[in-house]
C-alpha cells in the first residue's frame, strides 16, 4: 500500500515509459515462471523416476529442467537491462523536474542555501526514487508473483499445509510494521546529515586555496569528524533497524520450515504422502514465505524512498520567482522601444534589512550613470534588482517605459547585458562560452565578438584557436582573459542597456586599462549603468550618483558635482586621493576632516 501511494506521488514527475515497462515486466515474470516450475520437475523426477520407475521420463525431464533454466537466464538478463535503462531515465526525468524548478527559484534563494543542498537533492534523491520505481516496486510486484504462484501448487498439492502456510503469512507482514517509525526517523536524520556533509565538501573543494594558505587542514578535519559523528550513529542504527526487522522475519519462517518438516515426516512414513510431495511442498513454502521476508527487507527501503521524495516534494513546493519567464512584457505597441531606464522611490529589502531606500535616478537612452559609493552602499543591490534579482519592495523601476511589475525574464534577457566582477567560465571550449551570449551565433560572429573584446590576438595564438578547451571554471585563462570573454558575450549579445558591476575591479592596473578600452567599445551608443572605482570612468559618466548606505545622497556630472562642492562626492574623491595610485574609491575611512585635500587634477578650474 505504501508503495502504491508512493509511486502515485512521483508518477507526474517521471515520464514513465509504459511499452518499456510492460515488456520488461513481461521478461521478468515469465523468467521467474521458468524457475518456479522447476520444484514440480523435481516432484515427478523423485516420485514418477525414482521411486515409481519410469525411466523413459528422466531424459525429457532433465531437458525441461535444462531448457527452462537457460530461459529464465536469458529472460533474466534481458530485464535487468531494461530496468535499468529504466532506472537511469527516470532519474534524469525527475533531475530535470529539479533543476527546471531550480531556474526559476529567486537568485537569493540559491546564493543562501549554495550548492551542497541541491546536488544532494539531485544526486542522492533522484538516485534513491529512480531506485525505487525500478527496482523496488520491480521486485515487491515479482515478490507478489511469487507468492501466489506457490500458495497456487502448495494448494493443489495439500491444501491442509496450504491454509497453514496462509494463517502465517499475516504474522511476518506484522513484523515491519514494529520497526516502521524506528527506520523512518533514522533514514531521515542520515538524510540530513548528509546534506549537511554535501555542503561542508562542496567548501573543501572550493576553499582548497583558502584552506591550504591557512594551513587549514586540521581545523578542516575537526570540522569534519563532528559532522560524521552525527552521521556514523545514524547511519548505524539505521541499518541495526533495517537488519532487526528482516531477521525477524527470516527467523520466523525458518520456525514454520521445521514445523511443515516434521509434520510432513510423519505422513510420509504414514504413507499418505510421497516423498517428492515433501520435497516439493518445503521448497514451494520457502518460495511462498520468502516474498514475504524480501517485504520486509524492502521496508527500509520504501522508508528511504518516502524521506527523498519528502524533500523533493517540499524542493518542488518551494516558491518560484514571481517574474513570467516568458511572454511579452507590456511594451507600447508601434512606439520606437528606447533604452531608458529610471527608477522611482525604489526600496529593497534583504531579509528584515532595508538595503535599498528610496533611491530615484533617471537615465535617457545612450547614456551612462556611474554609481559609486563605498563596499556595501548598495550598488550591487540596484543592479541585481534592475536584472529582477531582488524583489522591489516599493516604488517603480522602468526600463524603456516598462514598469517592473510588467516584465518577463525573457524581456530582460534580450534588453540587458551583464559584466559582472567576477565572470563565471563554464569547462568547454572559448567558443561555447563566448556563444552564451548568442547561441545561434557562427563561428564568424563568435571571432568577431572576441576580437572587439580584444581576445583575438590570444585566440590566433592557441593551436586549436577558438576550439581550445577551457577547465573547471574558465581555468586556463588570467582575470583580464575571463572578463574579456563576459564582454565578448556582450557583443555577441548586443543588448541595448548595460550594466556593468566593478568589471575591472578584480585586475590589476595595466590589465584593467586594457579592458576598459574594450568596454569603452562596448558602451558605445547604449544606456550603461556601471558601479566602478576607475576615476576616470567616473568623470567620463553622463550622471554620478553617489550612494550611501542605500541611499542616494548626491547626484550630477563630475563638474557639475565639484562646481556646487557637493559634501558625499568631494569625501569619495578625498578617499581616492588618499590611496596613493589613485585606485578605489572604496574600503577608505570616510576623512572627519573635511574640506579634503584634493589632487590638482581634480579642482574645478
Ligand atoms: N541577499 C541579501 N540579503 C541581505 N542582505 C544583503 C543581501 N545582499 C546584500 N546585502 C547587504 O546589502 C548591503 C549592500 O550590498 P551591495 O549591494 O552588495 O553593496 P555594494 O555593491 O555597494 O558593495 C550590504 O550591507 C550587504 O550586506
Ligand atoms: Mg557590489
Given at each position: 500500500m505504501q508503495s502504491i501511494r508512493l509511486f502515485m506521488r512521483l508518477a507526474?514527475?517521471?515520464?514513465?515509459r509504459w511499452p518499456l515497462t510492460a515488456a520488461a515486466y513481461a521478461c521478468a515474470l515469465l523468467s521467474l515462471t521458468c524457475s518456479l516450475v522447476q520444484p514440480y520437475l523435481f516432484l515427478m523426477l523423485i516420485d514418477r523416476v525414482l521411486t515409481g520407475g519410469e525411466k523413459e521420463l528422466l531424459a525429457p525431464l532433465l531437458l525441461a529442467s535444462g531448457g527452462l533454466a537457460i530461459g529464465s537466464m536469458l529472460l533474466g538478463t534481458v530485464q535487468a537491462a531494461m530496468f535499468r535503462y529504466l532506472g537511469i531515465r527516470h532519474t534524469l526525468d525527475l533531475r530535470e523536474v529539479i533543476l527546471a524548478h531550480l531556474r526559476r527559484l529567486p537568485m537569493a534563494e540559491i546564493e543562501r542555501h549554495g550548492a551542497g543542498k541541491y546536488s544532494a537533492l539531485m544526486g542522492m534523491d533522484t538516485a534513491t526514487m529512480g531506485n525505487f520505481l525500478n527496482h523496488v516496486v520491480k521486485e515487491l510486484l515479482t515478490q507478489w508473483y511469487t507468492l501466489l504462484f506457490a500458495l497456487a501448487v502448495i494448494f493443489y498439492l495439500d491444501w491442509q499445509l496450504a491454509l497453514a502456510a496462509l494463517a502465517v503469512i499475516p504474522i511476518l507482514l506484522a513484523i515491519p510494521r514494529m520497526f516502521r517509525s524506528l527506520i523512518m526517523r533514522h533514514t531521515g536524520a542520515v538524510r540530513a546529515h548528509n546534506e549537511e556533509i554535501g555542503t561542508y565538501l562542496y567548501e573543501s573543494i572550493e576553499g582548497s586555496r583558502e584552506i591550504r594558505v591557512h594551513g587549514l587542514e586540521r581545523w578542516e578535519r575537526e570540522r569534519n569528524e563532528a559532522r560524521y559523528r552525527n552521521l556514523v550513529g545514524a547511519s548505524v542504527k539505521d541499518t541495526l533497524y533495517r537488519v532487526l526487522s528482516a531477521h525477524s522475519g527470516s527467523l520466523a519462517v525458518s520456525g514454520i520450515v521445521v514445523v511443515v518438516y516434521g509434520f510432513g515426516s510423519g505422513r510420509v512414513l504414514d504413507g499418505t504422502m510421497t516423498i517428492g510431495m515433501l520435497v516439493a511442498l518445503v521448497s514451494y513454502l520457502n518460495n511462498a514465505l520468502a516474498p514475504v521476508q524480501a517485504m520486509n527487507h524492502f521496508v527500509g527501503e520504501l522508508q528511504g524512498g518516502e524521506v527523498a521524495m519528502k524533500r523533493i516534494e517540499e524542493f518542488l513546493c518551494s516558491p518560484e520567482?514571481?517574474?513570467?519567464?516568458q511572454g511579452v512584457a507590456a511594451e507600447a505597441k508601434g512606439q520606437p522601444w528606447l533604452p531608458a531606464v529610471e527608477a522611482a522611490s525604489l526600496t529593497v529589502l534583504g531579509g528584515e534589512q532595508t538595503i535599498l531606500d528610496g533611491v530615484d535616478f533617471a537615465l535617457k537612452e545612450g547614456q551612462t550613470a556611474a554609481f559609486v559609493g563605498?563596499?556595501?552602499?548598495g550598488k550591487s543591490t540596484l543592479f541585481r534588482a534592475i536584472l529582477g534579482f531582488m524583489p522591489v519592495e516599493t516604488g517603480l523601476i522602468r526600463l524603456g517605459g516598462v514598469p517592473h511589475a510588467a516584465w518577463t525574464r525573457e524581456f530582460l534577457n534580450r534588453r540587458i547585458g551583464v559584466v559582472f566582477q567576477e565572470s563565471f567560465l563554464f569547462a568547454g571550449s572559448i567558443r561555447d562560452n563566448i556563444a552564451?551570449?548568442?547561441?545561434?551565433?557562427?563561428d564568424e560572429e563568435i571571432y568577431e565578438a572576441a576580437c572587439k573584446a580584444d581576445l583575438g590576438t590570444w585566440i590566433d595564438s592557441q593551436p586549436a584557436g577558438l576550439a581550445t578547451i577551457l577547465g573547471h571554471r574558465g581555468d586556463g585563462l588570467s582575470g583580464g582573459q575571463r572578463q574579456r570573454v563576459a564582454i565578448a558575450r556582450v557583443f555577441l549579445q548586443r543588448p541595448e542597456v548595460l550594466i556593468l558591476?566593478?568589471?575591472?575591479?578584480?585586475?590589476?592596473r595595466g590589465t584593467e586599462g586594457q579592458v576598459l578600452q574594450s568596454l569603452a567599445e562596448l558602451m558605445k551608443g547604449k544606456t550603461t549603468l556601471m558601479s566602478t572605482h576607475r576615476l576616470q570612468t567616473v568623470e567620463e559618466a553622463d550622471m554620478i550618483y553617489v550612494m550611501e548606505a542605500g541611499k542616494v545622497t548626491d547626484k550630477g556630472s563630475h563638474a557639475d558635482l565639484l562646481q556646487r562642492g557637493s559634501a558625499p562626492y568631494l569625501a569619495m574623491l578625498s578617499r581616492q586621493s588618499r590611496i596613493s595610485e589613485a585606485d578605489s574609491f572604496e574600503d577608505v575611512a570616510l576623512p572627519s576632516d573635511l574640506p579634503l585635500e584634493l589632487s590638482k587634477r581634480e579642482l574645478p578650474a
Open positions: 507526474p514527475y517521471v515520464r514513465i520567482e514571481p517574474m513570467p519567464r563605498r563596499s556595501g552602499s552564451i551570449g548568442r547561441l545561434d551565433a557562427t558591476d566593478e568589471p575591472t575591479s578584480a585586475l590589476d
